[in-house]
C-alpha cells in the first residue's frame, strides 16, 4: 500500500472498511499483505485497543513469573500483541501468521523467538500438544479471517492448565461469527476442555468504518464499535468429548451447543476494570454487569469478572 495514502482518518476508514467487507481468506491475507507497512499507523489512528486489553485480561490472570512463560501470538500480524506482553515481563513469544508481510513487520519488531507462517482453518499450528504456557489470538476471529473451526487447535497447544486469550469484535456485522464462535467455545467447555474465567465486553473497540456499525441502543458509544475478550483455562486433566477431539482440527465445523453452556455458570469473583485507550475517558456510568451476559450490548462501558484466579 502506498505511504502517501496512510494517514487521514477518512482514508483509513475506508481503507479498513473494506477490508471488513472481504469475505474470502486468501483475498484477506493478499490485503493484508498490502496493509503491512502501513498497520501500526492505520491501527492507531483507529484508536484499536485490543491488543492491550487482551493482554491486562492475561496478566491479571496469569498465575506464575511471565519471564519464563512461553506464549504464543496466533494471527500476530505486526506485532502489536507482543509489544504489549513484553512491556508486561512476558519474553518468550513465537507468533504465527498467515501473512508474509506481515510477519516481515513482526520480524522487525525484534521481540519472537520464532516466527511460522501458518494459515489456521487449513494446517494446524507447527508445534506439539501441550506447547505454550499461554496462546492469545487477538483481531483475528471474525468472517474470512480465522474460521471457529481453529478454536481446538489453540486448545491443543496449550499447556494442561495454560491460558487462551481470544477476542472478537461486536459490531453489527460480525454478530453471526460471534455467535458461532461461543457456540464453538461453549462446546469445548461442556466437553470438559477447557473453562471461562473471563468474558469482557468492551464498548470501544475501534472506530466504526461505517454508521451502520454503531447500532443505537448497542454498547457502542460516541462512533467507536464493540468488542469482547475471552479467557479461558485449559483442564488439567483433559477429558474432550470423542466429538471434540481437535483431529484434524481445520476440518471441524462450528457445533452448536444447548443455551445452558458456560455463560450461565460464570460467577463473579472479582471484576476488571482495563484503563481506556490513550485519549479516551474512563466512562462514569460504567458497572459491573452479569458475566454471563457476552452480547457486547447493553448501558454499561467495560466490566467482567475472573474466576478462580
Ligand atoms: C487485524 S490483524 C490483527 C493482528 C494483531 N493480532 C493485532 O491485534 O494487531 C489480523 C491478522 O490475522 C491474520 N490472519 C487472518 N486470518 C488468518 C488465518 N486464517 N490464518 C493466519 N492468520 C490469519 C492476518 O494476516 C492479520 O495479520
Known sequence: ??????????????RVGAAHGIPDLAQKLH????WAP????????????????????LTQAFPGPPHSALILDVACGTGLVAAELQARGFLQLHGVDGSPEMLKQAR????????????LGQEPLPSPEGTFDAVLIVGALSDGQVPCSAIPELLRVTKPGGLVCLT??????????????????????????????????????????SELEVVPGTSAKDGFISGIIYLYRKQK????????????????????VSEQGPKAKAKSKRLLRPKPCPGQLPDPNSEPRDPSDRSGAGPHSISSSIKGS
Open 237 to 256: 486433566a483433559t477429558q474432550v468429548e470423542e466429538n471434540m477431539k481437535p483431529e484434524p482440527p481445520w476440518n471441524m465445523q462450528c457445533t452448536v
Open 1 to 14: 500500500m502506498a505511504q502517501e495514502e496512510a494517514g487521514s482518518l477518512p482514508e483509513v476508514l475506508a
Open 38 to 57: 502501513d498497520y501500526d499507523q492505520d491501527v492507531a489512528t483507529l484508536q484499536y485497543c485490543a491488543p492491550r486489553l487482551a493482554v491486562d485480561c
Open 168 to 209: 472478537t469484535r461486536t459490531n453489527s456485522s460480525n454478530l453471526q461469527y460471534k455467535e458461532a464462535l461461543e457456540a464453538t467455545l461453549d462446546s469445548l467447555e461442556q466437553a470438559g476442555a477447557w473453562e471461562c474465567l473471563v468474558a469482557l465486553p468492551v464498548d470501544r473497540w475501534e472506530l466504526a468504518t
Open 108 to 119: 522487525a519488531r525484534g521481540l519472537y523467538q520464532r516466527l511460522s507462517l501458518c494459515t
Open 31 to 34: 490485503f493484508y499483505d498490502r
